[in-house]
């Protein structure tokens, strides 16, 4: 089996969706994990989010990189943190300097962007080995919106970071995943009965966030029922387009953003995926879950 080192950027603790995704990483032997950075929003809080997530999966070897707090966030998940200081693993402040080490320790490296993207654009401006660079993102919207919407909207990922992503596809590879294929990542209700009716430590730690963030997050995101179904899990698109490519379609496409995070044509073709089996990616992804 192929080991692929990984580093995540995520805003984790805000929308649920990240919390799942990097889970789900960590559990996958397919992957190493190798650091976690957090960014856009209380990333202290950020930080320990991930500490306690790490602590509890046993992989405190994992680096916790904190990004600079530019958006307030909502802390949804502060109350399943309760009063965790006991952390001995490394976390550091130096966003760059921790990414610039991570890729002169590593060959092969790939970035799975869950969030805004101006920490990590700032660090790839100053890096001078950009072929280096393997970047897979969620965010924009091609031809969908959010879900229910079926013309391309504003993507909250892209508003947060526009002239930051325009600026990067000019100088590295992307690959990106839009709304199109992410917006309805669900885990139905047969799927989630599978997960209601396991033991597994990780899937508690994954149920236990879910329904502290239903009943604590005042944002926007739409409710699910929390007997039924999970909310939208955008990101978990990304390790699953890692793994499971051939369940998406994907296009090289002219295209960037404009000011209000909508995609719009441009100069530089990027890798963008436009459709996905969608049915048979849950499926995985929920046998992964209940597997490892
Ligand atoms: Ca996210």
Known sequence: MNINNIIIDTDIGDDIDDIWAVVYALINPQFKVRAIS???GNVDYKAKLVAKILKELNQTDVLIIKGKAI?????AQQRWLNDFTDYEGEITNEYNLAYQTLFNKYNDITIFELGPINDLAN???SFNNKEKINLIMMGGAYKKGYLGE????????LIYSYSAFNELIKSIKITLLPLDVCRSLIINKELYQELLKSKKKNIKLLLDNYHIWQSDYLGGAKKFNLLESTSVLFDIVV????LYGNLFKVENLKIKSNEKGCLIEGEKEIKIATLVNENELMNRYVADLLRY
Request: aromatic share 14%; glycine share 4%; hydrophobic share 30%.
């Open 123 to 125: 660090f790839i401006k």
């Open 239 to 242: 390790p699953l387009y890692y």
């Open 71 to 75: 958006l307030n966030g909502c802390n």
């Open 150 to 157: 079926d013309k391309p909207e504003a993507e909250a990922n």
């Open 38 to 40: 957090v960014t856009s």
